[in-house]
């Protein structure tokens, strides 16, 4: 919908008024929703930290929504996050190269890019070199770890540019294009040749994809 209203083009890396940078998709979204309870998961019941302190550490980070996100005199709280690789960055920085960012609706297989999904923070940049995390739904090992959460029986929610909307399993995240560069048979997904045993023990009874 925004991108319909806006030449094809994404938001681009700036906030309202925060400054650049900062993916803030309540922001960039809303003229597009009326009622913040869509923001969180039923699943995700409690609020990990009004400051947006320690998420994820030890503490069953999967059923904890996110809070005091506060960019415009504002507080958000929610339990999804955007996938930041899907916004209109043109300069990119040191970590984050420009040529990696879906800038616009108008590219190739978009039920294969996720847009939106269950996540510990509001947003993370995955990559395919990224690590699962070594235990069960803390931040660690890279972005990706951001959504590895076993908030639903050893899947998440995920929203695609597609449009389409369906439960992914945990190892499934990996065979997914996270952003214009993402190596889709990456050594975490069984056509790279990942093992069984390659994955920390929490996952080892998930599906392997």
């Given at each position: 919908m925004?991108s319909?209203a806006?030449?094809?083009?994404?938001?681009?890396?700036?906030?309202?008024?925060t400054?650049?940078?900062?993916?803030l998709?309540?922001?960039?979204?809303?003229?597009y929703?009326?009622?913040e309870?869509?923001?969180?998961?039923?699943?995700?019941t409690?609020?990990?930290?009004?400051?947006?302190?320690g998420?994820?550490?030890?503490?069953g980070g999967?059923?904890?929504a996110w809070?005091?996100?506060d960019?415009?005199?504002?507080?958000y709280?929610?339990?999804?996050?955007?996938?930041?690789?899907?916004?209109?960055?043109?300069?990119?920085?040191?970590?984050?190269?420009?040529?990696?960012?879906?800038?616009?609706i108008?590219?190739?297989?978009?039920?294969?890019?996720?847009?939106v999904?269950?996540c510990?923070?509001?947003?993370?940049?995955?990559?395919?070199?990224?690590?699962?995390?070594?235990?069960m739904?803390?931040?660690?090992?890279?972005?990706?770890?951001r959504?590895?959460?076993?908030?639903h029986?050893?899947?998440?929610?995920?929203?695609?540019?597609?449009?389409?909307v369906r439960k992914v399993?945990?190892?499934?995240?990996?065979?997914?294009?996270?952003h214009?560069?993402?190596?889709?048979?990456?050594?975490?997904?069984?056509s790279?040749?990942?093992?069984?045993?390659d994955?920390?023990?929490?996952?080892?009874?998930?599906?392997?994809?």
């Amino acid at each position: 919908m925004y991108s319909g209203a806006n030449e094809g083009r994404f938001p681009d890396g700036f906030s309202v008024n925060t400054g650049r940078g900062y993916y803030l998709w309540m922001d960039r979204m809303a003229s597009y929703y009326q009622d913040e309870k869509l923001f969180t998961c039923p699943t995700a019941t409690r609020l990990l930290d009004k400051k947006g302190g320690g998420i994820g550490i030890g503490r069953g980070g999967a059923y904890y929504a996110w809070g005091g996100i506060d960019p415009v005199g504002k507080e958000y709280v929610g339990s999804y996050g955007q996938n930041y690789w899907v916004g209109d960055e043109t300069e990119g920085t040191a970590h984050h190269a420009a040529e990696k960012y879906f800038q616009t609706i108008d590219v190739k297989q978009t039920n294969l890019i996720p847009a939106v999904a269950d996540c510990l923070w509001i947003g993370g940049y995955p990559d395919h070199t990224d690590p699962p995390p070594s235990y069960m739904d803390v931040l660690s090992g890279g972005q990706m770890a951001r959504f590895c959460l076993n908030r639903h029986e050893g899947n998440i929610n995920m929203a695609f540019l597609d449009g389409s909307v369906r439960k992914v399993g945990l190892k499934e995240m990996w065979a997914f294009k996270w952003h214009q560069m993402y190596v889709l048979n990456s050594s975490w997904t069984r056509s790279g040749g990942v093992e069984h045993s390659d994955w920390p023990e929490w996952m080892t009874g998930f599906k392997d994809y």
